[in-house]
Structure formats: C-alpha cells, structure tokens
C-alpha cells in the first residue's frame, strides 16, 4: 500500500512538474510575440538584455539570498577561460530565437528549432570527427523531411527569421557541444548556468543593443500610447524567462529522460497550437503535417539515443571476457529537448 503510495505521488509530481514547464515556457514564447507584434516593441537585443538581467537578478536571489540551491564554486581563472566563451554562444543563442520570433510566426520557429539534434550530430561529425551509429542518422531524416517540407509551404516564410531561426540551432548545437569540454569537471544545475552566463550575456549585448537599438527604444518611449502597461508586460516576460529556468531544474529532477523527451515535444505542439489560437498566423495542412513529421521525428530520435545509451552502459559488464567495444559510436547530447536549457 506504501508502495502504491509512492507510485502515484511520483507519477503526480512528474505530471505537475511538466505542466508547470510547459505553462512557463509556453507562455514565455507567447509573451515574447506579443512583444514584437502587438506591443509594437521590435527591438530583439533589448527584449533580449531585459531577459539577461532579470534571470542574473533571480539567480542571484535564489543561491545568495534564499540560499534555494548550493553555489558550484568556479576557479576565477576558468571564468574567463571557459565561463566567458559559452557565456558568448549563449547570448548569441538567445539572441538568434527572439530575432527569429520577431520575423517568423511561433509555428515556425519552434520548429525550425527542433532541427537542433540534426546539426548537432552534423557538426559533432564533421568538426570533432565522432562516429554515430546508422540508427542515429536514420532517426534524423524525419526531422529533416519534416522541417523541408514545413520551410516549402509555410504562409509567412521570412528569409531572414529563416536564417536567424536556422542559426540559432547551430549556435544551441555548438553551446551543447563546447559545454562536454569547457565545463568539464563542473556539474552545472540551470539555475546555477544562468547565475554565472546570464551576467556576462548582459555585459556582451549591452553595448550592440544600445548602439543598434537605442534611438529606436527611444522613439517608442515617446510614442507608445499605454506605456506604463507595455513595460510591465516586457519585464514580466523577463521574470518569467527565470522562472522557467528554475522550472527546468524541476522537472529535470522530477522524470526520467524518456518522458522528458516526449513531454518536449509535445510542448512544441502545445506552444504552436496556443500561438495559432492567439495570433491567427495562417497555416497550411501540408504545413502542419511538416510539423508534426519532425516532431515525431525528434522523440523517434531521443528514443533512438536512450536506447542505444542503455546499451553502452550494460555491454561493458563482461568481466571474464574483456574485448575492445563493439564501436566507435559517440553519442550527442539530448538536445532536442536541451533547446528549453536555451531559454533565459
């Protein structure tokens, strides 16, 4: 009966633990196109800085003053050497998904960015020369079929949300990747990621935000008619991007791998049936079969590499027979789901 117990309170705190990731991330999303399109605010840098500094702010909150989750002491030398270069691809990241959004519906977007895995093992491939197994490179071609086809048929393509939306993969592909090197050693919690990256993302977009965006910030000052309301929506969208973080940490904590994959996305299908709902964006039923091919594609692939992570771990237990592994398999990181890591 204790048992049946500690099933169910389990079983119910993973369910409240991906419903409250998916109501912060889905409505950090949300918020954010509101900004750019009916706030009138199109500004991707500042919305941007406004996001970095909320999350340095709440991070800080969290480890020194409630003292909510314990401090990963980091050499002030790796600071620079290492803190300081992911610090950079994570502002670039960030930066990349709200340009895109500022160009390209939700829809879009987010699935453009499930295309991540594919230029993960891409690159992993040909910069780092690692070898995968066949069955990861077949469980990318529905994401690349599904994301070829939704690129062909959607309403509202623009090249340069294409672009940015396209870049940013790359830029969350190379994060993941340099993370196995450069924060080798640190076993960095979200929370405790964004307290160290979130500040130095500020230092490195403040100064490009105000010379590419200031005059423009400026003019909308003056003229946006509500604008007492208008800044409490941005700022709120800020202290949300932090909550998610904190969310991610729970819910990381709170399933197991699979079902963190499959509850990943099937958060991008709730945030571009919610986005729909709200902004109407047209959508093709080609379009929407794109969609959902890639989504099916991702959790095809995060199957894929849990099954063939289980594998590795029971082959070495062979004590009377040693032998050389049966490959040279290098397995990438989860990434698909990983992206929700990407949100500050």
Not at 289 to 311: A, D, E, K, N
């Amino acid at each position: 009966m204790d048992g049946g117990k500690l099933w169910k309170w389990g079983v119910f705190r993973s369910l409240l633990a991906i419903l409250q990731w998916w109501g912060f991330n889905v409505t950090v999303i949300i918020m954010n196109k509101w900004i750019f399109q009916k706030l009138d605010f199109k500004f991707p840098l500042s919305v941007s800085c406004v996001h970095f500094i909320c999350s340095s702010i709440g991070a800080y909150m969290v480890i020194k003053v409630l003292k909510l989750k314990p401090l990963i002491v980091v050499d002030p030398e790796d600071l620079w050497k290492r803190i300081f270069p992911m610090s950079f691809v994570f502002c670039i990241n960030i930066v990349l998904g709200n340009v895109s959004l500022r160009y390209i519906p939700v829809s879009f977007m987010q699935t453009i960015k499930s295309f991540t895995p594919a230029t993960t093992v891409v690159l992993q491939w040909l910069v780092w020369r690692k070898h995968f197994d066949w069955r990861i490179w077949t469980s990318l071609v529905p994401i690349v079929g599904g994301i070829l086809l939704t690129s062909m048929t959607e309403l509202s393509f623009n090249m340069f949300g294409f672009c940015a939306a396209l870049f940013g993969c790359l830029a969350t592909s190379t994060k993941t990747i340099l993370a196995e090197s450069l924060l080798h050693g640190y076993k960095f919690d979200s929370i405790n990621t964004v307290y160290y990256m979130a500040p130095f993302a500020t230092m490195i977009l403040g100064v490009p935000a105000l010379l590419l965006e200031g005059n423009g910030v400026m003019d909308w000052f003056h003229t946006h008619p509500s604008l007492p309301a208008a800044l409490i929506i941005i700022f709120s969208s800020g202290v949300l991007a932090f909550c998610l973080n904190f969310s991610i940490f729970y819910v990381i904590h709170s399933t197991t791998a699979v079902t963190f994959n499959v509850a990943g996305n099937f958060k991008v299908a709730v945030a571009v049936l919610i986005s729909w709902l709200i902004f109407r964006n047209p959508i093709s039923g080609v379009n929407a079969v794109g969609c959902g091919i890639t989504l099916v594609g991702c959790t095809f692939y995060g199957y894929i590499r849990h099954m063939l992570s289980q594998q590795l771990t029971r082959t070495p237990r062979t004590p009377r027979t040693p032998r050389t592994p049966r490959n040279r398999m290098e397995l990438p990181p989860l990434v698909n789901n990983d992206k929700i890591d990407d949100k500050v």
